[in-house]
Each structure stands twice: as structure tokens, then as C-alpha cells.
């Protein structure tokens, strides 16, 4: 075990520590009986069992290498055992490595892991209705990728066009591995085809974004909705003008300190519009106070998990070549790696965010 940083081992014994801690006080009739403690604390020993198991697993091999190793080392062995350890050895070595790059593995992506809601926000970005277009089809695309993994899919606020596009759709998706997966979608996504409105046949490059944040059951921050946030209530007018001039259920909330805005109209009640405007809020302040403490921390820091920063990462779907490339998975002699649009666009994105993973995984690794 001494090959790897002392770090990263002090780091799995701290784990390993506090699973037995939670094992122990799950066992203890006292708090068997308190029902939210219990399920806190199983759900904090199931998250910590899959790295302290596999890292037990690897405990045990390399205490195997190591009494192996000793046999050979010793002088006074007996021969019989010498030749067995001599057999055994360059596979347990093997297996041993194998065992922890499996544990560093889980390690760095554990904290992905455990995020089971998000905020995904769609915006048109250069291209007028065509991009307005393109954020229906990033809607379908991620819509039929949801129903695969059979999460749980809410529409929060929506501004579409009469073309049927959206200048921006906002939708919160529920369900395990939702962030380990569609977090790599932030970023800037670019669109090459001809628009349903252009009789020359030439083709546009329109653009949209994503943001994806991160939706923690337990926001870490305190907001003071009567003291950091200025509301806002305006008359929300609707097709035919419905609703207009009658009441004030649109809703505007303002963060004093950042500046960070949220408007809600879709909901004709205005409790239900200020519940939807406040869970976005929660999640755009948490993904800025993170965002924030990673960049100060950036220049120090060697932690155990990567940044986490997607914003800046590109994808481009080319229609006329009927692929999709993703810029961020760079390989020798090509600009990025291409998939064929169709099937993503269809939402068989595995491929590619598997991609994603294994990328950002090595990333994670190296700074170990």
C-alpha cells in the first residue's frame, strides 16, 4: 500500500473508519427506533459501501502480495512455499493495482454519484427561430434519453415560439445517476443544417445552451427569502388573454447579493409559480457559491474529486453529415469524437457520455 499517496490511503481509512461508526450506531436499538435518523444513516452507509467494500477487497489482496513477498524475502523459508509464492506473486501484484484503480474510481466519481436532481435549462442562443428550433430538438433529445432510464421528468417554466421552438425550456429531472450522467451536457451546443424557413438550401449554424446544476436534497446555503430575495408580482397574460389584467400570479424573484434572477408565469396560481422560481433559485445560488469556491480554491487544491467545471465544453450536431461531434473528447490526428447524429438525436446517448465518463475519469485520476 505504500506505492499509492499517503492521501488517498489516509483518505479510504477515514471512510472505512466512519462506516463502521455508521454500521455500529445502526445496530444500537436506541436509533433503530428513531425513524429519520435510520434512514439517514442507511442511506450514508449504502453511499459508503461502495467505495469501503471494493476497498477491503483491495486490503485483502495486497495483505496477500505483501505475505507473499515476505516469503520470498526470507532467507529460511521453506522451499515448497517459496516456489507457491513465487507463482503466486506477479498476479497478485497485478491484482492489486487493479483492486485500488477500481477504488480511485469510485472515489472520484463518488460525489456524482450521489446527486440524484437536477436543473437543466435550454436557451436559444445566435440564429433567431432556428435556434429556437434547435432547443425543441436538445428538449426531445434529452426527453427520450429520461424515458429510457425511466427518471421522473418535470416541465418548470417554458417560453415557446410560434414555430414550436423555445427560447428557453427549464426542466427538473429526478432519479439515480441523473447528474453522473447528464452534467456533461452544460456547455455550448451548435447546430449545422437548413432551416425549415430557407428556400435557397443553404445551410445555418445556429447555436443554444445548456446549463445543467446540480439539485442536492440538502441546499448548503441559507437564503433569507424575506431578506436576500426581492419579490416581484406582475399580471401573467396567456393565449387570448387569458388571465391577463385579473391577477398577479407571475412571480420575478431577485438575489440581492449576486443579482441572480428567476421569473415564473406558467402556473396560474402564484404560490405555485413562487415554489417553482424558488427551487431554481436554490439550484442557480448553489451552483454559484460552488462555481465561486472552486475558483478560489483552484490554484491550491489537489482533491480527491475533479473540478467539475463542464461550462465550456462544445458540441456540434452537423445535419447535412449526419453526425454529432463532441469536442472535449479530443483523440490524435482528429478534432473530436463523432457519433452518428441520428441515434443521438433519438436520445441513444450512452455512447458518447460513456465517453464522457471515462474521460473525465482519467482527468480526475491524474490529480490524485
Known amino acids: 500500500m505504500s506505492k499509492h499517496p499517503e492521501s488517498l490511503i489516509a483518505k479510504l481509512e477515514e471512510l472505512d473508519h466512519r462506516f463502521a461508526e455508521v454500521t455500529e450506531q445502526m445496530n444500537d436499538p436506541a436509533v433503530a427506533s428513531n425513524g429519520h435518523k435510520i434512514v439517514a444513516l442507511a442511506k450514508e452507509h449504502s ?3 461502495k467505495i469501503v467494500n471494493p476497498y477491503r477487497e483491495y486490503r485483502k489482496i495486497a495483505d496477500d502480495r505483501d505475505e507473499a513477498q515476505g ?15 513465487s507463482a503466486e506473486i506477479d498476479d497478485l501484484r497485478h491484482q492489486t493495482e487493479d483492486a485500488m484503480d477500481a477504488v480511485k474510481g469510485l472515489l ?42 425511466k427518471w421522473k421528468m418535470e416541465v418548470l417554466s417554458a417560453n415557446p ?9 427549464v426542466i427538473n429531472v429526478k432519479g439515480e445517476g441523473v447528474w453522473a450522467r447528464l452534467g456533461y451536457e452544460g456547455g455550448g451546443h451548435r447546430v449545422q443544417r437548413v432551416p425549415k424557413t430557407e428556400s435557397q438550401g443553404r445551410i445555418h449554424t445556429s447555436a443554444a445552451t445548456v446549463a445543467v446544476l446540480a439539485e442536492p436534497e440538502t441546499i448548503d446555503i441559507d437564503i433569507d427569502w424575506d431578506k436576500d ?13 387569458q388571465n391577463v389584467n385579473k391577477v398577479e400570479s407571475a412571480i420575478k424573484l431577485e438575489h440581492l447579493e449576486t443579482g441572480i434572477t428567476v421569473s415564473m408565469r406558467d402556473e396560474k396560481s402564484q ?21 465561486r469556491q472552486m475558483n478560489a480554491e483552484a490554484s491550491a487544491r489537489k482533491e480527491m474529486i475533479g473540478s467539475g467545471d463542464r461550462s465550456q465544453r462544445i458540441r456540434t450536431y452537423n445535419f447535412p453529415q449526419n453526425r454529432c461531434t463532441d469536442h472535449r473528447l479530443k483523440g490524435e490526428g482528429q478534432e ?13 446517448l450512452n455512447g458518447l457520455i460513456n465517453a464522457l465518463v471515462a474521460n473525465d475519469k482519467a482527468q480526475r485520476l491524474a490529480n490524485l
Do not use: W
Request: hydrophobic fraction near 40%.
Open 336 to 348: 473530436g469524437a463523432n457519433f452518428n447524429l441520428d441515434r443521438i438525436m433519438g436520445g441513444e
Open 71 to 85: 516469503i520470498l524475502d526470507d532467507p529460511d523459508a521453506d522451499a515448497d512455499l517459496k516456489e507457491l509464492a
Open 229 to 241: 430575495v426581492v419579490e416581484h408580482t406582475m399580471r401573467a397574460g396567456g393565449p387570448g388573454g
Open 108 to 149: 472520484v466519481m463518488s460525489d456524482d454519484l450521489e446527486i440524484g436532481s437536477i436543473i437543466l435549462e435550454i436557451r436559444a442562443g445566435t440564429g433567431g427561430d432556428e435556434a429556437a428550433l434547435f432547443c425543441g430538438d436538445l428538449l426531445n433529445m434529452y426527453r427520450y434519453y429520461i424515458e429510457q432510464h
Open 271 to 291: 404560490h405555485k409559480n413562487r415554489a417553482k422560481g424558488r427551487q431554481i433559485m436554490a439550484a442557480r445560488l448553489h451552483d454559484y457559491y460552488r462555481t
Open 161 to 169: 415560439t410560434e414555430m414550436g421552438g423555445f427560447k428557453e425550456v
Open 47 to 49: 453511499q459508503l459501501a
